[in-house]
């Protein structure tokens, strides 16, 4: 990572491009793609409000200490965007990359209004999306149950351990995205390399384990998953063949995701003052550009764009490069 200036001549922010660490998550199911370690990884948490950033004139914060007032001339409209902060001043966004190496279990998720009845006043749902990177042949997710499911059924299956019988099954490949709103029953398979965005919450139900060692952290939550999974609820698969891996992939009240390729020419962006931007390099190297800021990401290396930052520039460091990049929607 690399970074020419901490600030862009003439900009009213100190800091306008943020490098990010990656904070890695051991899991039971994860793999070594990420990172080569026992026991295995499963996570990369690369975007969210405990993410440090790595340069600048913000080195050694998190987002969260940024949103704080940690840097004077950096408030919360600057860094989230205009938009973004009139709705909170929270980070409102959590973005990850997984190796499932294995099964993770059968889970759902609450949605607002669940989470703040259920987990606490201030907690998020959970509504989020996948976007895959790498697929084994005939890697599977599991999203939805399957049509003609009651809830009264559902509700036997979990609390008698059945689920799998009513679990619907899709096999995805490289290039697919993944749309799972909060209430929807799911499972990522093995083999599976991916990018995920989600609302800022980590609050998780598990329906079913896969029978593995109970543990403290991995207990199930039967009831709670009963509560809240809606069996009407398959969430949304977008092949790659219709997206090409191109422009939006997915987009919801919470988030929208976008790929782009780039070359060496590169291309404008803006955060029009109104909400950040997370770039994420899945593909390549690529140099950001703002002002005299221009910091390059390799591989599965992230950057936040302030809110504030408007124009910037992209461009792939060597002959292509391909990022995904997230914000919230604004009208």
Not at 18 to 32: I, K
Not at 45 to 72: F, H, K
Not at 200 to 214: E, F, I, L
Not at 255 to 266: K, Q
Request: charge should be negative; glycine fraction near 12%.
């Amino acid at each position: 990572m690399t970074s020419a200036s901490d600030s862009a001549p003439g900009s009213p922010l100190p800091q306008n491009l943020f490098a990010l660490e990656v904070q890695y998550r051991e899991r039971v199911w994860g793999g070594q793609r990420l990172l080569a370690h026992t026991p295995p990884i499963g996570e990369a948490w690369i975007a969210y409000g405990q993410s440090v950033v790595s340069a600048g004139a913000a080195r050694g914060r998190t987002l969260d200490e940024l949103l704080g007032g940690a840097l004077a001339g950096l408030d919360a409209a600057a860094l989230l965007g205009s938009a973004v902060a009139a709705q909170g001043t929270h980070f409102p966004l959590l973005v990850k990359l997984l190796d499932a190496a294995d099964w993770l279990s059968v889970q759902v998720h609450p949605n607002d209004e669940q989470a703040r009845r259920m987990v606490g006043e201030r907690e998020l749902g959970k509504t989020e999306a996948w976007h895959f990177l790498e697929a084994a042949p005939g890697a599977e997710i599991l999203a939805g149950v399957t049509e003609g499911t009651s809830r009264e059924k559902l509700a036997r299956a979990i609390r008698g351990g059945t689920v799998l019988e009513v679990s619907e099954r899709w096999r995805v490949a490289a290039g697919d995205t993944a749309f799972i709103p909060a209430g929807t029953l799911h499972a990522l398979g093995p083999g599976l390399l991916l990018y995920e965005v989600q609302e800022a919450s980590d609050t998780t139900y598990r329906v079913y384990d896969w029978d593995r060692p109970a543990s403290a952290g991995r207990a199930l939550h039967l009831e709670e998953s009963v509560a809240v999974t809606d069996p009407a609820l398959h969430g949304d698969l977008r092949r790659s063949g219709l997206t090409g891996g191109q422009g939006v992939l997915t987009s919801c009240p919470y988030f929208v995701l976008e790929g782009r390729t780039l070359d060496s020419a590169g291309e404008e962006a803006t955060t029009g003052g109104q909400s950040f931007q997370i770039v994420t390099v899945i593909e390549g190297e690529v140099e950001l550009e703002c002002g005299s800021e221009r910091p390059t990401l390799t591989k599965f290396q992230t950057a936040l764009v302030a809110g504030g930052a408007g124009a910037y520039r992209l461009r792939a460091a060597g002959k292509a490069a391909r990022v995904l990049r997230s914000s919230v929607p604004v009208t």
